[in-house]
């Protein structure tokens, strides 16, 4: 696996990545723009994260790319999957000015996109994410779910612009999903990241059934990496900006503090650990959003479930003589619906963190002969 390392400002990162894109074929010839939509991202873009505009305009500018295509497939591409994927109308009213008037928002029933789960099912998205803290330190364990083709396109990269934190990341390159089927057009996005502060965060999908005008998951989760260094400042995150589809969003540090983002893109709620225990796979916890959750109405065979209550029993089974080592015992068994290998879904890659002591450890090839790396900051 080659790690590769960007340097500089948002410009000049964007050119870095640009010309690797350029390198590989990337192309934005068949994209076609839906004016509306393109301008209400754009709003919110340009008030809650310009400086990523500024990345985009450096890929086009040194991949001789078409700077309005480009900037429109980053900026709705996780959207527009999530409509298709669902069968969503879209036919959604324009957002109020204050994107976080909550009440506005629930109340707009007329702006909500309605789901057809028995016309078409999203692809296999299962995620496991649980934290662990004993004796005063922080574990965290992670595994990445997803289509098999992706365990030969997955990489780490390190992103160091002096404006913010530094950070390394772990990307699915949008395989399957924001860069469709074809490897040419996978890039570098955020599924996981750790930073240069004692940051994590880690995403799993969740099922719900509304969208909004909003980031998408990646980019709420590189923002993160860049600008915060604790829990409470990722959280201050989620109070000012709206995130485009469901997602969960798990965040430790190194003071020993997790939480969970349980986001409908409607309203989000946190999740604290329960006597030291945190784990978050892709059904809904918090009670009031499990009523809207579409796995539970629809998908009652999903095994988010049985992933969640695995990975609670086999904390417990290595409590007494817990380390960052039984993380991948735990996480990493084969035969199990954690570690999983299925048709369609196989775990990419995992996770293994100490936060306290910022040791962190991916492992991948799970299926065959076992590789791991450390990561560093």
Same mark, same amino acid.
């Given at each position: 696996?080659?790690?590769? =390392?960007?340097?500089?400002?948002?410009?000049?990162?964007?050119?870095?990545?640009?010309?690797?894109?350029?390198?590989?074929?990337?192309?934005?010839?068949?994209?076609?723009?839906?004016?509306?939509?393109?301008? @209400?991202?754009? =709003?919110?873009?340009?008030?809650?994260?310009?400086?990523? &505009?500024?990345?985009?305009?450096?890929?086009?500018?040194?991949?001789?790319?078409?700077?309005?295509?480009?900037?429109?497939?980053?900026?709705?591409?996780?959207?527009?999957?999530?409509?298709?994927?669902?069968?969503? /109308?879209?036919?959604?009213?324009?957002?109020?000015?204050? !994107?976080?008037?909550?009440?506005?928002?629930?109340?707009?029933?007329?702006?909500?996109?309605?789901?057809?789960?028995?016309? @078409?099912? +999203?692809?296999?998205?299962?995620? *496991?994410?649980?934290?662990?803290?004993?004796?005063?330190?922080?574990?965290?364990?992670?595994?990445?779910?997803?289509? #098999?083709?992706?365990?030969?396109?997955?990489?780490?990269? *390190?992103?160091?612009? #002096? /404006?913010?934190?530094?950070?390394?990341?772990? *990307?699915?390159?949008?395989?399957?999903?924001?860069?469709?089927?074809?490897?040419?057009? !996978?890039?570098?996005?955020?599924?996981?990241?750790?930073?240069?502060?004692?940051?994590?965060?880690?995403?799993?999908?969740?099922?719900?059934?509304?969208?909004?005008?909003?980031?998408?998951?990646?980019?709420?989760? @590189?923002?993160?990496?860049? =600008?915060?260094?604790?829990?409470?400042?990722?959280?201050?995150?989620?109070?000012?900006?709206? !995130?485009?589809? #469901?997602?969960?969003?798990?965040?430790?540090?190194?003071?020993?503090?997790?939480? !969970?983002?349980?986001?409908?893109?409607?309203?989000?709620?946190?999740?604290?650990?329960?006597?030291?225990?945190?784990?978050?796979?892709?059904?809904?916890?918090?009670?009031?959003?499990?009523?809207?959750?579409?796995? &539970?109405?629809?998908?009652?065979?999903?095994?988010?479930?049985?992933?969640?209550?695995?990975?609670?029993?086999?904390?417990? &089974?290595?409590?007494?003589?817990?380390?960052?080592?039984?993380?991948?015992?735990?996480?990493?068994?084969?035969?199990?619906?954690?570690?999983?290998?299925?048709?369609?879904?196989?775990?990419?890659? +995992?996770?293994?963190?100490?936060?306290?002591?910022? $040791?962190? $450890?991916?492992?991948?090839?799970?299926?065959?002969?076992?590789?791991?790396?450390?990561?560093?900051?």
């Amino acid at each position: 696996m080659h790690s590769q =390392t960007f340097s500089g400002n948002f410009f000049e990162i964007g050119k870095q990545q640009g010309k690797i894109y350029a390198k590989n074929k990337m192309s934005f010839k068949h994209v076609k723009i839906d004016k509306e939509l393109y301008k @209400k991202q754009l =709003t919110i873009y340009k008030k809650f994260y310009p400086e990523l &505009l500024s990345e985009f305009e450096g890929m086009a500018q040194a991949g001789n790319f078409d700077k309005d295509k480009l900037i429109y497939q980053f900026i709705t591409a996780e959207l527009r999957c999530y409509r298709d994927w669902f069968e969503l /109308e879209t036919d959604i009213d324009s957002m109020s000015d204050n !994107v976080h008037d909550k009440t506005n928002i629930l109340n707009r029933s007329n702006n909500v996109s309605k789901l057809n789960l028995s016309q @078409k099912q +999203t692809p296999g998205k299962a995620c *496991t994410i649980f934290g662990y803290k004993k004796d005063g330190k922080l574990f965290v364990g992670r595994n990445y779910d997803w289509l #098999p083709k992706t365990e030969k396109i997955f990489t780490t990269y *390190t992103l160091k612009n #002096p /404006e913010r934190n530094s950070f390394i990341a772990v *990307t699915d390159g949008g395989y399957g999903s924001e860069a469709g089927n074809d490897i040419k057009n !996978v890039f570098y996005n955020v599924n996981d990241a750790i930073n240069n502060k004692g940051l994590f965060i880690g995403l799993t999908f969740a099922y719900n059934d509304k969208w909004s005008y909003g980031l998408s998951c990646v980019h709420i989760c @590189k923002l993160i990496a860049e =600008t915060c260094s604790t829990v409470k400042d990722a959280i201050k995150v989620f109070e000012k900006i709206p !995130v485009c589809c #469901p997602k969960n969003f798990f965040i430790a540090d190194k003071n020993g503090d997790m939480i !969970v983002i349980e986001h409908t893109s409607q309203q989000f709620k946190i999740l604290y650990p329960k006597n030291d225990i945190l784990i978050q796979t892709n059904n809904y916890i918090d009670a009031e959003l499990a009523k809207e959750d579409t796995a &539970l109405k629809s998908l009652s065979i999903h095994n988010t479930f049985i992933r969640y209550h695995e990975t609670f029993q086999r904390i417990h &089974l290595y409590e007494n003589k817990f380390n960052i080592n039984k993380i991948i015992t735990i996480l990493g068994k084969k035969g199990t619906y954690v570690c999983q290998n299925f048709p369609g879904i196989k775990t990419i890659w +995992t996770l293994a963190l100490d936060m306290t002591n910022k $040791k962190y $450890k991916l492992y991948h090839n799970l299926f065959g002969k076992r590789k791991e790396r450390m990561l560093k900051v």
